[in-house]
């Protein structure tokens, strides 16, 4: 479903991605491991499209489509969604109406019909009720004042709206109480489905004991070092990642 | 006062001599009245245009700005209907539910206003050309205090040439439940120069929305000069908002001048996007203790479009307080200027005084000028003030993107955004609502 070939990618004139490879089948959960500057949080911002992140070479392929030829807002209709590692705060746009906006966008984009206003707020408060979030909240300005698991939980809401077909999630465990980290794994696994794939960027193995990943890769300078089954995740928790270049664990 | 006498005059500067002496006669007014216009034109004679020497006037080079001056719009029966009115505001802001007077070259026209239901209320209400024939004592009042202020040339031009408005005076207790929405519309057919005065006079206790709203019939240009004096007795509170979306031809002048007793509450809101030069003056002093102002508002300006607002707040007496916040959204080459002067003066302990200024900038040649100006002669008091420009966000503007926003409607999200913040000071939904949406309309997007 999402192909990855060979992807170099600079950031300020350094290079970060150094010919990653990648794939990830329909239905799959793959996780990403890796120390601290491996490219972990750059594979994200270069899947979604961020401007500042060029790409010199080798090729993104979304259900068959070239992928860095998109807008990020076309790669969002492609139905790729990229889960914050740090969701911005913007005052004065109120979390429904941005929503609202971001969902009625994407469905015009894909030709279906924007929602009512009823039908819209039906399906919002569905799914913040399995969010645990509170209806309150989303009638403050965007992520403006939310807890870090709030902000967290927002992310998913607005996953589980835009029903994409990639879920990219960068470091969502970080920030997190057990609790917290407990209802946004509840809001990832419900959206597994066999036409969905999953990207789960992390550091740590703590947030795989909640979501299972098919597969785990451990990134190291910018390309894939290792792949393996979810006890990859497990051996680096014992080990660590002094093997992958990582000088602060090693010291 | 230091009257220096001017030495040269510009050719603009002389026409308005020459348009008051063409005039004089046939301007509305007793003898006390013309005795003003007399003083404030010798005013004028003295000062001339205000230029960028004037401190007051650093930005926005008046003499330099005026080449022509249009001769004065005569009454004109040009035709004004409801389209009019959305053509010219916008859906939303044509239709607020308000007592209505409409005012074209200055004269109110009866059939298109509501005067019967603002007797009935109980105002005391008439059109200034009218009662400037036989003044009752509280307009002179106003209208001596205004001239008092001597050496401001907007307002002394204005006290020379002013040929309509309205009088309205809300007497002791009364609280009207529906704003008063005066619409001035101008520029039909031919360029013409419009000298507007309202007074409005607040009698103790009295409460009341008025909005005021400028725009353009056709796109002939327009020299406007409009001042509203409002006087606010004890206890009493006006929130007075202005709409200005006249034709890019036109050069807009316009002062509020307030002066606010004990315990009052004068709210002042405006929002400004159109002509091509706009001048707007609000100037609030505080005459009895724990009054209270908020002025507040945004301008949106793109091409070559030049927005000067300008404050002065006058803390003359103890326990005030005073807020004030403009945004100003600035594209193209268009040029936004913010002045903002607090003056404590040595009695005044306990004022309460803060200021913000902000400007987003989106283009590379647009310019923001920004200068304000503290003058505390008290100890005893809390006085800030601040000023940012800035860019729109590439941050949040990818996050709205990552999100499925297209980029146009992403940053039209954010501008109006950051206008938001200044709208968040009107507390009247509807009117909050009329405002979104002629700021959505400039951003070139449907409201929600």
């Given at each position: 479903?999402?192909?990855?070939?060979?992807?170099h990618?600079?950031v300020?004139?350094?290079?970060?991605?150094?010919?990653?490879?990648?794939?990830?089948?329909?239905?799959?959960?793959?996780?990403?491991?890796?120390?601290?500057?491996?490219?972990?949080?750059?594979?994200?911002?270069?899947?979604?499209?961020?401007?500042?992140?060029?790409?010199?070479?080798?090729?993104?392929?979304?259900?068959?489509?070239?992928?860095?030829?998109?807008?990020?807002?076309?790669?969002?209709?492609?139905?790729?969604?990229?889960?914050?590692?740090?969701?911005?705060?913007?005052p004065?746009?109120?979390?429904?109406?941005?929503?609202?906006?971001?969902?009625?966008?994407?469905?015009?984009?894909?030709?279906?019909?924007?929602?009512?206003?009823?039908?819209?707020?039906r399906?919002?408060?569905e799914?913040a009720?399995?969010?645990?979030?509170?209806?309150?909240?989303?009638?403050?300005?965007?992520?403006?004042?939310?807890?870090?698991?709030?902000?967290?939980?927002?992310?998913?809401l607005?996953?589980?709206?835009?029903?994409?077909?990639?879920?990219?999630?960068?470091?969502?465990?970080?920030?997190?109480?057990?609790?917290?980290?407990?209802?946004?794994?509840?809001?990832?696994?419900?959206?597994?489905?066999?036409?969905?794939?999953?990207?789960?960027?992390?550091?740590?193995?703590?947030?795989?004991?909640?979501?299972?990943?098919?597969?785990?890769?451990?990134?190291?300078?910018?390309r894939?070092?290792?792949?393996?089954?979810?006890?990859?995740?497990?051996?680096?928790?014992?080990?660590?990642?002094?093997?992958?270049?990582?000088?602060?664990?090693?010291? | 006062?230091?009257?220096?006498?001017?030495?040269?005059?510009?050719?603009?500067?002389?026409?308005?001599?020459?348009?008051?002496?063409?005039?004089?006669?046939?301007?509305?007014?007793d003898?006390?009245?013309?005795?003003?216009?007399?003083?404030?034109?010798?005013?004028?004679?003295?000062?001339?245009?205000?230029?960028?020497?004037?401190?007051?006037?650093?930005?926005?080079?008046?003499?330099?700005?005026?080449a022509?001056?249009?001769?004065?719009?005569?009454?004109?029966?040009?035709?004004?209907?409801?389209?009019?009115?959305?053509?010219?505001?916008?859906?939303?802001?044509?239709?607020?539910p308000?007592?209505?007077?409409?005012?074209?070259?200055?004269?109110?026209?009866?059939?298109?206003?509501?005067?019967?239901?603002?007797?009935?209320?109980?105002?005391?209400?008439?059109a200034?050309?009218?009662?400037?024939?036989?003044?009752?004592?509280?307009?002179?009042a106003?209208?001596?205090?205004?001239?008092?202020?001597?050496?401001?040339?907007?307002?002394?031009?204005?006290?020379?040439?002013?040929?309509?408005?309205?009088?309205?005076?809300?007497?002791?207790?009364?609280?009207?439940?529906?704003?008063?929405?005066?619409?001035?519309?101008?520029?039909?057919?031919?360029?013409?120069?419009?000298?507007?005065?309202?007074?409005?006079?607040?009698?103790?206790?009295?409460?009341?929305?008025?909005?005021?709203?400028?725009?353009?019939?056709?796109?002939?240009?327009?020299?406007?000069?409009?001042?509203?004096?409002?006087?606010?007795?004890?206890?009493?509170?006006?929130?007075?908002?202005?709409?200005?979306?006249?034709?890019?031809?036109?050069?807009?002048?316009?002062?509020?001048?307030?002066?606010v007793?004990?315990?009052?509450?004068?709210?002042?809101?405006?929002?400004?996007?159109?002509?091509?030069?706009?001048?707007?003056?609000?100037?609030?002093?505080?005459?009895?203790?724990?009054?209270?102002?908020?002025?507040?508002?945004?301008?949106?300006?793109?091409?070559?479009?030049?927005?000067?607002?300008t404050?002065?707040?006058?803390?003359?007496?103890?326990?005030?307080?005073?807020?004030?916040?403009?945004?100003?959204?600035?594209?193209?080459e268009?040029?936004?200027?913010?002045?903002?002067?607090?003056?404590?003066?040595?009695?005044?302990?306990?004022t309460?005084?803060?200021?913000?200024?902000?400007?987003?900038?989106?283009?590379?040649?647009?310019?923001?000028?920004?200068?304000?100006?503290?003058?505390?002669?008290?100890?005893?008091?809390?006085?800030?003030?601040?000023?940012?420009?800035?860019?729109?966000?590439?941050?949040?503007l990818?996050?709205?993107?990552?999100?499925g926003?297209?980029?146009?409607?992403?940053?039209?999200?954010?501008?109006?955004?950051f206008?938001g913040?200044?709208?968040?000071?009107?507390?009247?939904?509807?009117?909050?609502?009329?405002?979104?949406?002629?700021?959505?309309?400039?951003?070139?997007?449907?409201?929600?």
């Amino acid at each position: 479903m999402l192909e990855i070939k060979n992807l170099h990618a600079k950031v300020d004139g350094r290079e970060i991605l150094n010919g990653l490879d990648l794939t990830i089948p329909a239905g799959e959960v793959h996780a990403i491991m890796g120390p601290n500057g491996s490219g972990k949080s750059t594979l994200s911002y270069v899947l979604a499209g961020k401007d500042d992140y060029e790409v010199t070479d080798g090729s993104v392929t979304w259900k068959g489509e070239d992928l860095l030829a998109m807008e990020p807002d076309e790669r969002a209709a492609a139905g790729v969604f990229l889960a914050f590692q740090y969701p911005m705060e913007i005052p004065g746009v109120a979390t429904m109406t941005f929503l609202r906006s971001a969902v009625n966008a994407v469905r015009k984009a894909r030709g279906e019909e924007e929602y009512s206003t009823p039908d819209f707020l039906r399906t919002v408060k569905e799914k913040a009720k399995d969010l645990k979030i509170d209806m309150e909240m989303l009638r403050r300005p965007l992520n403006v004042g939310f807890s870090g698991g709030e902000k967290k939980r927002n992310e998913i809401l607005q996953m589980s709206l835009l029903e994409p077909g990639l879920c990219i999630l960068d470091e969502t465990d970080s920030g997190l109480d057990i609790d917290a980290l407990r209802i946004v794994a509840d809001g990832v696994n419900a959206l597994r489905s066999p036409e969905r794939c999953m990207l789960v960027i992390t550091h740590y193995q703590r947030l795989l004991n909640h979501i299972v990943p098919d597969r785990v890769h451990v990134l190291s300078k910018g390309r894939v070092a290792r792949s393996g089954g979810p006890e990859l995740a497990l051996e680096l928790e014992k080990s660590g990642y002094a093997d992958y270049g990582d000088e602060a664990t090693a010291a | 006062m230091d009257l220096s006498v001017q030495q040269f005059r510009s050719e603009a500067e002389q026409a308005l001599l020459d348009l008051y002496e063409r005039s004089v006669d046939a301007l509305p007014g007793d003898a006390s009245v013309a005795d003003l216009r007399q003083s404030a034109i010798r005013t004028y004679a003295g000062l001339g245009l205000p230029h960028r020497r004037i401190e007051a006037w650093k930005y926005t080079d008046l003499r330099a700005a005026i080449a022509e001056i249009p001769p004065l719009l005569a009454e004109s029966d040009a035709p004004v209907d409801g389209t009019a009115f959305e053509a010219a505001f916008g859906k939303a802001f044509a239709q607020l539910p308000a007592y209505r007077v409409v005012l074209v070259a200055g004269a109110v026209r009866t059939e298109l206003s509501d005067v019967q239901g603002l007797r009935d209320a109980g105002v005391e209400f008439g059109a200034l050309a009218q009662m400037l024939e036989s003044p009752p004592e509280w307009l002179m009042a106003s209208l001596d205090a205004a001239s008092a202020s001597g050496d401001d040339v907007l307002i002394a031009l204005n006290t020379a040439l002013m040929t309509g408005g309205v009088a309205l005076r809300l007497p002791e207790g009364l609280t009207l439940q529906k704003p008063v929405h005066l619409i001035h519309l101008d520029g039909a057919d031919t360029p013409g120069s419009v000298y507007t005065r309202n007074v409005l006079v607040a009698g103790e206790g009295a409460s009341a929305t008025v909005l005021e709203s400028f725009g353009t019939l056709g796109r002939a240009g327009v020299q406007r000069n409009a001042v509203t004096t409002v006087s606010l007795a004890a206890k009493s509170a006006i929130h007075h908002i202005k709409l200005q979306r006249e034709a890019l031809e036109t050069i807009h002048l316009n002062a509020w001048v307030a002066n606010v007793g004990a315990d009052a509450r004068y709210d002042a809101f405006q929002v400004s996007m159109g002509a091509a030069l706009a001048r707007n003056q609000v100037s609030v002093r505080f005459a009895g203790k724990d009054a209270a102002t908020d002025i507040s508002g945004a301008t949106l300006a793109r091409g070559k479009q030049h927005c000067d607002t300008t404050l002065v707040v006058e803390h003359d007496v103890p326990a005030c307080e005073s807020r004030e916040l403009f945004k100003l959204v600035l594209d193209d080459e268009s040029r936004g200027v913010f002045q903002g002067k607090i003056v404590v003066a040595r009695d005044a302990q306990k004022t309460d005084g803060k200021q913000m200024s902000q400007a987003l900038l989106l283009s590379e040649t647009a310019e923001f000028d920004s200068k304000p100006e503290l003058e505390i002669y008290a100890d005893d008091v809390v006085c800030g003030h601040g000023a940012t420009s800035g860019q729109i966000d590439e941050d949040l503007l990818f996050y709205l993107r990552a999100r499925g926003l297209p980029e146009a409607q992403a940053r039209a999200l954010l501008i109006q955004a950051f206008v938001g913040e200044a709208f968040e000071a009107l507390d009247d939904e509807a009117i909050g609502d009329a405002f979104a949406a002629v700021s959505a309309e400039w951003l070139g997007s449907p409201a929600e």
